[in-house]
């Protein structure tokens, strides 16, 4: 069974500061998204990488894929009230062409003003 | 954009009442899921379908089946619904195929049953 685990569950932040969450597996994943959450809304996609070693940027966001293609990293730099909200990492596994999406828990993440 | 709409935000249902959710994309998708998500739990995958009138089971079927009897649309329904199926439901789509398998979520059913 694939796990996607993501530290740390919960985060309090205050505004402007940088943080790091984290994904990892010990499974090797054709790719990995991000999602945001708001409190009762639906995930919302981020970003997608697929290539080990990727970097790709949204504005203060920062996501890495790592070379093994079993980790990822969202840093947020300078954070702001308006990232509040579940960040959830999702691995697609590229066997069998299946179509699911194995999830990670994710992180709660607050910054506060 | 792609738009995933899901027919309650809310609702509130007695124990052994059949319920029925609706799910509805606009995007032309093959494939169509059903999670439900709970604290501590995270998101977890009651059935997906890849087609219409397919379906398949996920991780937590008990008490639930599907129905697609189009493609734009994705039914679930609890049978008899019980105090342990209140949770927050979310319904996803994405195209068939692709290395990428991004999913696109609806706003979510914020299901109670008392």
């Known amino acids: 069974t694939q796990l996607l685990e993501q530290s740390p569950q919960f985060l309090s932040i205050q505004e402007g500061e940088n943080l790091t969450v984290y994904c990892n597996s010990s499974?090797?994943?054709?790719?990995l998204q991000w999602y945001r959450q708001e409190p009762g809304e639906g995930p919302v996609l981020l970003v997608t990488v697929v290539t080990g070693g990727e970097v790709k940027k949204l504005k203060r966001l920062t996501f890495q894929f790592g070379d093994a293609r079993k980790d990822s990293s969202l840093h947020i730099t300078a954070a702001q009230t308006g990232d509040t909200g579940l960040y959830l990492c999702?691995?697609?596994?590229?066997?069998?062409?299946?179509?699911?999406?194995?999830f990670g828990k994710g992180t709660k993440l607050t910054v506060n003003p | 954009d792609v738009k995933v709409t899901q027919s309650s935000r809310y609702l509130v249902k007695r124990t052994g009442e059949k319920v029925f959710l609706e799910c509805v994309q606009d995007?032309?998708?093959?494939?169509m899921f059903w999670y439900r998500q709970d604290p501590g739990l995270g998101l977890r995958l009651i059935y997906f379908s890849y087609d219409v009138k397919m379906k398949e089971k996920g991780d937590i079927p008990e008490g639930y089946s599907v129905s697609r009897e189009k493609k734009e649309r994705f039914s679930l329904i609890l049978e008899s619904a019980s105090t342990n199926q209140t949770s927050m439901y979310l319904c996803?789509?994405?195209?068939?195929?692709?290395?990428?398998?991004?999913?696109?979520f609806g706003p979510g059913t914020r299901l109670t049953v008392t």
């Open positions: 499974s090797i994943f054709s790719s």
């Open positions: 996803a789509s994405r195209p068939r195929g692709g290395i990428a398998r991004e999913q696109y």
């Open positions: 995007m032309d998708h093959e494939n």
């Open positions: 999702a691995g697609a596994s590229g066997e069998g062409g299946s179509e699911k999406l194995v």
